[in-house]
């Protein structure tokens, strides 16, 4: 008797991704589309099905379409899409869907993001795991077809993609901006011309594109789709002065993820970013209080601008399907994350990189000034940014921690968190355990930098004591 296949392996807490040809294949692939059929109850229902533009992509969607079919669900193939182009499709159609790609990773990577009805998130705890099981199970005795095999259309959602972002941001009127967009070679390179520029048949908004790396190739060729290292913004930076732009925009590979750098080419962290949209979200609703969330290490300052602008900010853990799960429960009117994963009410409560971007460049142009004045309004602290330390024995190195800080104000929401005043300047670190590799990742602010420094310093050598 055969065992069963291990896709636990790549499985992870919030989609699918895995090594092309190893690990995804096209029987394994067409397994996920049966078992999502199964598992959400979409037989006779439309399902879905967008792509990124690496080389496996439209291959495994078709694979996955055929699963799909084969379970009785009608796939609804959007083609080429950014992944908020394909939470727009779930939400406005009211579909479940699924999104291959595997954002900023390398090009030997592919997986599946997976959204119930309404662009709703799917994680382990809450679908993920039944539909890992129900997979393994196909791919070990075949997909067994219904009766009544579902259908099969084409449907380009780009144009009204772009159309509905116009909607919920006017850039009509702002002053004239000339921008550099690094879209790393992926997504972006599609998606930024159908909304900043007239691509898809809108009109033209004062603002100038300088595109950088539009060419869609999922091979990468100039360099990895993942802003969040610093590496990858150079080309971006270095374009921006170049050019004497205003600023400059980076997206990851599948474009739900946008950094900034300002005039000067520095990167504006994406805490700034976060507590700007959501004084102008804040600002556009109608209720009173408003709900915003943010995940635990954004900077300080992202709960204060939300406190000072009569709203309510709600304090969460780490992660993607648990924002957008805090999302509905609240009802809160955006979400930022310290990873420049940013949250719209207005866009199902997915996030969407290219709607945080847009009121942005809404604030940015309606004022006098560079973007670096606004930056720094934002970024009143000094921040560490994420430090990961690999270590061999993680319960002893958090065990130091916790001894060493013990009179200070605890709090393990997710990992710990540790609070405390110097002098009547404020400081507070994060240490929170990776859940798939030895390493322990430290964020840390304060008031001033040489406080941030010694606290720094100090976590430090205790994580990383022998």
């Not at 069963?4 to 690990?23: H, M």
């Not at 890992?132 to 259309?153: H, L």
């Not at 539009?214 to 050019?243: K, S, Y």
Request: aromatic residues 8%; negative net charge.
């Amino acid at each position: 008797m055969s065992s069963k296949p291990d896709l636990g392996a790549f499985v992870k807490t919030y989609d699918v991704r895995g090594l092309v040809g190893s690990q995804l294949t096209d029987d394994v692939v067409a397994a996920f589309g049966a078992a999502f059929v199964d598992e959400i109850g979409a037989a006779g229902q439309d399902v879905v099905i967008g792509h990124d533009m690496r080389d496996s992509s439209p291959g495994f969607a078709k694979s996955f379409a055929a699963g799909v079919q084969a379970r009785g669900g009608n796939v609804v193939a959007i083609g080429l899409c950014s992944t908020d182009e394909s939470y727009f499709a779930s939400g406005s159609l009211n579909a479940p869907a699924a999104m291959f790609t595997a954002s900023h990773n390398p090009a030997t990577y592919n997986g599946i993001k997976l959204s119930r009805a309404g662009a709703r998130g799917i994680s382990l705890d809450t679908g993920l795991a039944a539909i890992r099981d129900r997979a393994a199970e196909y791919v070990e005795s075949g997909i067994t077809s219904v009766s009544a095999p579902g259908s099969y259309r084409e449907l380009d959602v780009l144009a009204e993609y772009a159309k509905y972002l116009r909607g919920l941001v006017d850039l009509s009127s702002i002053r004239p901006l000339r921008i550099v967009v690094d879209a790393g070679n992926g997504m972006g390179g599609l998606t930024v011309p159908a909304v900043l520029g007239t691509a898809a048949g809108l009109p033209a908004l004062p603002i100038d594109v300088i595109p950088l790396y539009f060419e869609l190739d999922g091979t990468f060729p100039n360099h990895e789709a993942n802003p969040l290292e610093p590496a990858n913004l150079v080309d971006l930076q270095r374009a921006v002065v170049e050019h004497a732009a205003d600023l400059g925009l980076a997206f990851d590979g599948d474009a739900d993820r946008c950094f900034v750098v300002d005039e000067r080419g520095e990167a504006m962290s994406p805490s700034a970013v976060a507590a700007v949209v959501a004084l102008r979200e804040i600002a556009r609703s109608s209720e009173r209080p408003a709900y915003v969330i943010h995940n635990l290490i954004t900077s300080r300052i992202v709960p204060e601008t939300i406190r000072d602008a009569g709203a309510i900010p709600v304090r969460t853990r780490v992660g993607h399907s648990l924002i957008k799960d805090e999302m509905a429960a609240t009802g809160a009117i955006f979400g930022g994350e310290h990873s420049a994963h940013y949250y719209f009410r207005d866009f199902w409560g997915a996030d969407n990189g290219m709607l945080a971007a847009m009121h942005l460049l809404a604030e940015f142009g309606s004022h006098e000034g560079p973007l670096s004045d606004l930056a720094a309004r934002f970024t009143p602290y000094s921040a560490s940014g994420e430090l990961n330390s690999t270590v061999t024995d993680v319960p002893a190195a958090y065990a130091r921690i916790v001894e060493a800080y013990s009179a200070f104000e605890l709090d393990e929401l997710d990992g710990l968190t540790v609070s405390g005043n110097t002098d009547g300047v404020f400081w507070w670190f994060n240490v929170r355990p990776s859940n798939t590799e030895p390493l322990l990742r430290l964020n840390v602010e304060a008031g001033r930098p040489a406080d941030m420094e010694r606290v720094r310093d100090h976590v430090l050598s205790l994580i990383r004591a022998s």
